[in-house]
């Protein structure tokens, strides 16, 4: 294991991973990007609520990907049973 310190909206966070470091940077550049857009044009709001709203937004993109990944597999498995079924049975 190692330590990496990373910075999500001027906060310096230091985490023990044997997770890549440029990977977990790259994560950190995500939050602290959608951290800076939710706060843009807010004034008197705390990180905190900037965070929690952010922990939202993300929460959502993953329950959409999430979702959307299903639906695929859904559409997969109907094409491949029609696709069986113009076949027809398999070769003796």
């Known amino acids: 294991m190692k330590d990496v310190t990373l910075e999500i909206a001027g906060q310096r ?11 977990l940077k790259s994560l950190a550049n995500y939050v602290d990007t959608k951290m800076r857009e939710a706060s843009r044009g807010q004034s008197g709001v705390t ?16 329950h959409k990907v999430a979702k959307g990944g299903s639906e695929i597999e859904t559409v997969a498995d109907r094409l491949t049973a029609r696709i069986e079924a113009a076949l027809g049975p398999p070769a003796a």
């Open 13 to 23: 966070l230091r985490v023990r991973t044997d997770d890549d470091e440029a990977y």
């Open 47 to 62: 990180t905190l609520s900037v965070a929690l709203t952010v922990a939202l937004l993300i929460a959502d993109e993953l």
